[in-house]
Structure formats: C-alpha cells, structure tokens
C-alpha cells in the first residue's frame, strides 16, 4: 500500500517568514495529493490539493508543489500569520483506491 | 457550506461494551468514510463505502466494526465489543466521486474514549 512521509515533525517560524513542509510517496500510481490543516481538537480541513497532471498550484498565500518523477510534493505557506498555527497533514490517493494515506504530520507554530 | 455531521463529540463507554458513531455526510455525496485518529498521531484510513456496501477495509476494519447506511442520510460506524485501544477521534468523510481528485470531507470527529 503507499506510505506517505512528512517532514518536519515540528517547524517553528517568524511572522512573515515563509514554511515548507515536504511529503513523499511510495506509489508511483498516486495521483492526488490533498493537505489539510488540523486546528487542535478540529476537524481536518482542505486547504489545498494537486492532481498528478500539474506540477503547481497556487492560491494566496499557499502553494503545493508536485515532482511526480522524485515522487515528493511540497506545501509553501508565505507570509506566515499567527492563525496559520496549527498541524498540516500531507495525503496520497491512488487510482486503485479512494482512500486517503495520511503523512504522520507537522506542527507549525508561527512565532508574533 | 454544507458540512459532514457528527454525532455524538464525545462518547464514553465501558470495555466490552457496543458503540454506534453517526454521521450525516453531505447531501450530494455518495462516497462514505471512516477514519480514526490516535492521539497525537496522524489520520489512518478503516473503510469506504459506496452504493450500500464496503468499497474497501483497511486491516484495523476487523471483524468488530461493521458500518451502515440505515437510511437515505445517516452513516453509522459500529464497534461490537470496545477494547481500550479503540479509544481515538473517529472521523467521518464524504466525496460526491470516488473519482480520482474528488476531495473528501471532514467532520468534526467522535472522540471515544473506553474505560
């Protein structure tokens, strides 16, 4: 089955600096990569989301990034704010299957 | 927005003994799941399912857990005989495609804990 790794486990960041997290994937079939965002004791909510066939995707302030050939993809936040604390889950979904493989995700902490 | 619904937030129950989580997903959706999350720890997959029955089981899916559609908007998950590691927030999700790229919905979560 496809095992999805995330890294950091914890990223601490300055307002208005910028955040990288970085997921891989083990199925090269994969071919849809959501991320979601984890306030505590919430729900897990779609922020944003890449299908196999783009390499970018933007929207304001968040971006995902897809290199299907290293079988990595990247979620980048800019400008950081203090509401953008919380913990950010990458996840895969093969064609095969429609379930979701969820990297163990990262704890953002933006610092004010 | 419509949302997934979850109910009950918070569900206490002795070892051994049978809980029912209930979902409404929403309206237009016709792929369901379940997934549950240990503390401190990521989402892990136990089932979809699609026109009244299991489109997949994930190995945590034993014999203990079952799940049902008992009408056109609830999504039951049932665990038979609780053991005092199912205690996790149980989460249920829905898509209107079990296509590829068809997002997935997030309720709010059954947190369980078992005694």
């Known amino acids: 089955g496809e095992n999805v790794e995330q890294h950091p486990s914890t990223l601490s960041v300055q307002e208005g600096d910028s955040a990288v997290i970085k997921c891989t994937y083990s199925?090269?079939?994969?071919?849809?990569f959501p991320w979601y965002k984890q306030e505590l004791g919430k729900r897990p909510q779609l922020i944003i989301d890449i299908r196999s066939n783009v390499g970018e995707k933007k929207d304001q302030r968040i971006a995902v990034t897809l290199n299907k050939t290293a079988k990595h993809f990247s979620l980048h936040i800019t400008e950081t704010q203090p509401e953008d604390s919380a913990v950010y889950f990458c996840a895969a979904t093969d064609p095969n299957d429609y379930k979701l493989s969820f990297g163990a995700g990262t704890t953002v902490t933006v610092r004010a | 927005e419509p949302e997934v619904t979850q109910t009950p937030s918070h569900q206490v129950t002795q070892m051994g003994q049978e809980v029912i989580l209930r979902c409404v997903p929403i309206?237009?959706?016709?792929?369901f799941y379940w997934y549950r999350q240990i503390l401190g720890q990521k989402v892990e997959f136990l089932v979809s399912?699609?026109?009244?029955?299991?489109?997949?089981k994930s190995e945590i899916f034993d014999d203990q857990f079952s799940v049902e559609r008992p009408d056109g908007s609830n999504f039951t998950l049932k665990i038979r005989s609780t053991k005092l590691e199912d205690s996790a927030m149980y989460f249920c999700?829905?898509?209107?495609?079990?296509?590829?790229?068809?997002?997935?919905?997030f309720g709010d979560g059954t947190r369980l804990s078992i005694l």
């Open positions: 309206s237009n959706h016709l792929y």
């Open positions: 199925d090269s079939a994969s071919n849809y």
């Open positions: 999700a829905s898509s209107d495609s079990g296509r590829l790229g068809q997002p997935q919905h």
């Open positions: 399912f699609y026109n009244n029955e299991i489109s997949e």
